[in-house]
């Protein structure tokens, strides 16, 4: 039976623009179609933050002109993002697969996430979105929308949104299916559409999930036997940049939470990162999860390099 991967894609795997992504992507299906060559099923997660910030901004900026379009709501921002990282992706694997001779479909899923409108995150937004306002500008927004908007390091004011955590994956059986079926599936894109349970369904709500932590819940959920986390760095290190620095082959649960609490990894990099890894390492019964590099992914998963958190 072929091992399952869950793999979540860094930023640096996408870009800033839809022509850099375009590029990118062909290094990042050449990654994926290595690991699907290598005999595992492959579902793929993705970031989404430069993405959706130059789809909202672009609709701000136009609703904000005389005759502009409508406000677009965040969590449809999302859904595009979902949609256009995912034809990129679907595009460049699937050519990368027919080059390798192997006959395997790829799907995107426009996937939502449900989160808990009780999670204190939603008390304390922190997520930087959109454009900088003046204080008047922001303080005008304010009173029409009920958004909410902070300083960010002299540049001016933005909106910011809650970033809770993901309860559960509305598509999950749907992405099962298609991974059971043989697909390399794309699935929980910029961490998903963030939703809440709402008369018996659910609805919309103006958030962002971390991309790590959904794509830890799908390992979860989908009983990978590995969470692997793509970024920008072969491996994990202590003293990150300094003459001390320490790179770490593996870490132990236990260890990672002391490196954690000494305060080793930066908190908008690696500290997600690390735990994602953590939560899915506890909650998993294969109980290890990989951060490496895109480039290093086939070597890591043989062992080779990466580091490795396990129970």
Not at 49 to 60: D, K, T
Not at 185 to 198: A, F, L, Q
Not at 271 to 283: F, H, M, S, T
Request: net charge negative; proline share 5%; glycine share 10%.
């Amino acid at each position: 039976m072929s091992k399952r991967l869950v793999i979540a894609l860094g930023g640096n795997a996408l870009g800033n623009s839809p022509k850099e992504q375009l590029e990118l992507v062909k290094q990042t299906s050449s990654t994926i179609v290595d690991l699907v060559e290598e005999g595992y099923d492959v579902v793929v997660g993705h970031g989404n933050g430069p993405q959706v910030g130059m789809v909202n901004l672009a609709f701000e900026n136009s609703h904000n002109k005389v005759g502009g379009t409508p406000e677009m709501p965040f969590p449809e921002c999302g859904a595009m993002t979902q949609g256009y990282i995912g034809y990129h992706l679907q595009q460049s694997i699937g050519k990368e697969l027919k080059k390798r001779g192997l006959d395997k479909p790829v799907a995107t899923i426009v996937t939502q996430v449900e989160v808990d409108k009780a999670d204190p995150a939603f008390e304390n937004p922190t997520k930087p979105i959109g454009s900088f306002y003046s204080k008047e500008e922001a303080d005008k927004i304010v009173a029409e929308t009920g958004y909410t908007f902070v300083e960010d390091a002299g540049r001016g004011y933005r909106r910011v949104v809650p970033s809770p955590k993901p309860v559960s994956i509305v598509e999950l059986e749907t992405v099962e299916k298609l991974v059971s079926q043989g697909c390399v599936v794309i699935t929980v894109g910029g961490g998903g559409i963030p939703v809440i349970s709402k008369d018996g369904w659910y609805e919309g709500t103006a958030a962002v999930i971390d991309k790590d932590r959904a794509s830890a819940k799908l390992a979860m959920d989908l009983n990978a036997d590995m969470l692997v986390i793509l970024t920008a760095v072969e491996k994990v290190s202590l003293y990150f940049n300094t003459p001390d620095q320490k790179d770490l082959d593996e870490m132990s649960i236990d260890e990672a939470k002391k490196y954690i609490a000494e305060g080793h990894f930066a908190k908008g990099s690696m500290l997600p990162k690390v735990e994602a890894c953590i939560e899915y390492a506890e909650n998993s019964e294969n109980g290890s999860a990989l951060i490496t590099s895109l480039e290093k992914a086939k070597e890591a998963l043989q062992g080779k390099t990466g580091t490795l958190i396990r129970k």
